[in-house]
Structures are given as structure tokens and as C-alpha cells.
């Protein structure tokens, strides 16, 4: 799998040109760094991808961010899935299967691990049906399963 074709191509809609990898965490939560040198968080538990620093001195300062450094572990969340689920299997990822921008629980039985292609591809296309519509408009919406 090359994740980075997969992002590119679920998430390249928002202006993303992926050129590395920075870091990554259970969640499927990545931090991208592009051509410009910028850093972009994806999210894939909040349907969002964006740029969270403009440089990498920028970067240096959020990671030193205690509120984003525990937002980015996540470990409650963690701990709690890998109880319920068990340990990661190879190129899997948590997941919430209803994502907290639809009103999803953030644990419980509102989590699931799934392939990590299938959630960077959800999540983009989720994404896109949500940036193009108004808000409280329908959209398509067929939760993973694995």
C-alpha cells in the first residue's frame, strides 16, 4: 500500500499534496508535511485534514503544545479500544464508525479497527460530501465494516 497515494487521492480535493509522513498514531490521525514545507494534520475521527503549521519552526512549537500533544496520543481512547479490540493488526487502524462531525461517541461501542487505506479513503470521501454541502444537509453515509 502506498499511503501516500491514498491520502493524495482521498484528500488532494483541499489543495493536499502529500510528500511525507511525519508521524502517525492509532486513530489514523497523520501529520503531513508537503512541498511547501507546511505540516497538515489528517483526522480522520473529525472528517478533516489542514494545515496546523506553516513551517517547521512552527511544527517545533506545536509539539511542544501539551493540549495538542494529549489531543494527538489520545490515549483514553486508546486504551480503551485496544481493551475492547485487542492490539492493531498489521496496516489497521481505530476507528469511530459514526465520526464525532455526525455526532459520534468518542469510545465505547463507537469504535472499530478497519484497514488504514479504507479509513483515509472513507474519511476523504466523507469530507468532500460534507465541504460541498450546507449544513444539515443529507448525505451518503455507510459506515465501515470489517
Avoid at 490521525?29 to 503549521?53: G, T
Avoid at 469511530?96 to 463507537?110: F, Q
Avoid at 466523507?126 to 465541504?131: A, E, R
Amino acid at each position: 500500500m502506498n499511503i501516500l497515494k491514498e491520502i493524495k487521492n482521498a484528500w488532494g480535493w483541499i489543495g493536499l499534496d502529500p510528500q511525507e509522513i511525519v508521524v502517525e498514531n492509532e486513530f489514523g490521525n497523520l501529520i503531513i508535511k508537503d512541498p511547501d514545507n507546511r505540516f497538515w494534520r489528517l483526522s480522520p475521527e473529525d472528517v478533516s485534514c489542514e494545515v496546523v503549521a506553516e513551517s517547521i519552526d512552527d511544527y517545533n512549537k506545536l509539539i511542544q503544545d501539551i493540549d495538542f500533544v494529549e489531543d494527538w496520543f489520545m490515549a483514553a481512547m486508546v486504551d480503551e479500544a485496544t481493551k475492547k479490540l485487542g492490539k492493531l493488526k498489521p496496516d489497521h487502524k481505530f476507528y469511530m464508525v459514526v465520526p464525532g462531525v455526525l455526532g459520534g461517541e468518542y469510545g465505547g461501542s463507537n469504535v472499530n479497527m478497519a484497514p488504514f487505506s479504507a479509513i483515509i479513503k472513507f474519511s476523504g470521501s466523507l469530507g468532500k460530501q460534507i465541504n460541498e454541502k450546507p449544513d444539515g444537509a443529507e448525505i451518503k453515509y455507510k459506515p465501515l465494516s470489517y
